[in-house]
């Protein structure tokens, strides 16, 4: 079973940045697709970043197209997301979220992330 734990989540101002990372465990964390997706109070948990096994193949949700930066790190069974030029509406609690061919599907605890305007 995998196991995802998240961290880097906090309070920052508009413009500002952070970085979020997602640890798994439990599994060969190469044969997974990792993910972010958020939720924000009153709202539906939504898509945000996905990578590929490889790290080559990336996936954004357009509004954080050129501000957010999803990557892995295989060695460490790491996931990151790189977030720069927050805004207000980006605040939200963080899922790390993954994924392997037979369609297993994993979350983690979640991170709240918070942008003061």
């Known amino acids: 079973q995998v196991q995802l734990e998240e961290s880097g989540g906090g309070l920052v101002q508009a413009g500002g940045s952070l970085r979020l990372s997602c640890a798994a465990s439990?599994?060969?964390?190469?044969?997974?697709?990792m993910g972010w997706f958020r939720q924000a109070p009153g709202k539906e948990r939504e898509f945000v970043a996905a990578?590929?096994?490889?790290?080559?193949?990336?996936y954004y949700e357009e509004s954080t197209k050129g501000r957010f930066t999803i990557s892995r790190d295989n060695a460490k069974n790491t996931v990151y997301l790189e977030m720069n030029s927050l805004k207000s509406e980006d605040t939200a609690v963080y899922y790390c979220h993954s994924t392997n061919r037979n369609g297993f599907v994993s979350w983690g605890q979640g991170t709240q992330v918070t942008v003061s305007s």
């Open positions: 439990g599994v060969t964390f190469s044969r997974y697709s």
């Open positions: 990578v590929g096994r490889s790290g080559g193949t990336t």
